[in-house]
């Protein structure tokens, strides 16, 4: 069915090039616009016999005693998915529009298909949004919300994967947002945008075992857009959604510069220590006051290096006895012996939680 408001755009577009005046009709007769705003709602009686047969009418002047209300001109069908929508009318003497007739046609159901298209995809798109919505907040599964998701072009099975993406840098977002939907077309995910230049994409099924391949191009992206990206543990069911977007939601506040992915599994114990505003934990994080930025940056990289010595002092551009010598340092002022597996993994807690706080 054609609203009002493309029929307008229609006769607005088409009359820009043609110095013809153009009727659009609906299938039951009516002129929903047209350059002659006096025609407008009246009946058109040539439209009505189009959308029955889906053939073209010419009206010279000889048929206009059958159809008193119409005037001379070619009125032809608008097909949307093989279906007649609507009429549209070029008033003028028939012979003369023979050459422009099948381009004004073409060039109707061009606009059509690209508003309905957009439009409909606009609607998956808040569908989607809501569904997405509704999964992490908990909400019931009632009719309405079941077949909201029956609504969607794949199916919603498990397992399921969630990957938050926060943009950084001031590279126009709608050009990311594109870039992200190109990655996923064809996939059955959902994908949408959380805030200001933070975006969701939910996989499902198989584009979960397509997830490699799928993060590969969207870590592509990075240089250019500059994007932070947090992935969430893969659940199997509905009802673990919002585990999984509180998974991600973690991981991602755990990316920075340093480290621009993040999967939720790398800093899943830190999650245990929710009240880091705690006075045993600022307590426990005091122990780093008398580190040097040198000597943090030395145990940040040390970590990154596996606690490997010799990859972690050619990071770093020094003797390894130098790194030695730096560590001993770290262990004098806090207490913790970097090179001791249990010390280590403390230190890396408390630099973690310093960072989050």
Known sequence: MLSI??????????????????????TDGVILASGDKERIDSIHDGAIEVA????????????????????????LPIRFHEKI????????????????????????E???????TESKSEWQRKNGDF??????????????????????PFQLEGPFQIILIKQISDV???????????????QPALFGQ?????????????????SKETLQQIINLQKKFGIYIGISPTVSELNELSYAYTGAKTALSFSNDSQKITNFEEVEVYTLFKKSSSYEIGKFLRKLDGLTEKLTNTLVTYFDSNLQLNICA????IHRHTLTYRLNKVFEITGYNPQNFEDAFLLKLALTLSKQR
């Open 194 to 210: 959380i805030q200001l230049n933070e975006y969701y994409l939910l996989l499902c099924g198989h584009s979960v075992k397509m």
């Open 314 to 317: 050619n990071r770093l551009g």
């Open 85 to 108: 929508i609507g009429v549209i009318g070029i008033t003028g003497h028939p012979n003369e529009l023979q050459d422009i007739a099948n381009l004004v046609q073409l060039t109707t």
């Open 131 to 152: 569904i997405f919505k509704a999964l992490i907040e908990d909400v019931p599964m009632d009719s309405s919300f079941t077949e909201r998701i029956q609504k969607l």
């Open 52 to 75: 029955k047969t889906g053939l073209p009418l010419l009206i010279d002047a000889s048929l206009s005693v059958e159809y008193p209300n119409c005037k001379p001109g070619i009125n």
């Open 172 to 186: 126009s977002s709608n050009t990311l947002s594109l870039n992200l939907e190109n990655i996923l077309y064809r």
């Open 110 to 116: 061009m606009i059509v298909h690209q508003v309905l």
């Open 5 to 26: 408001k493309l029929a307008e755009e229609i006769v607005h577009q088409t009359m820009m090039r043609l110095h013809y005046n153009i009727n659009v009709i609906s």
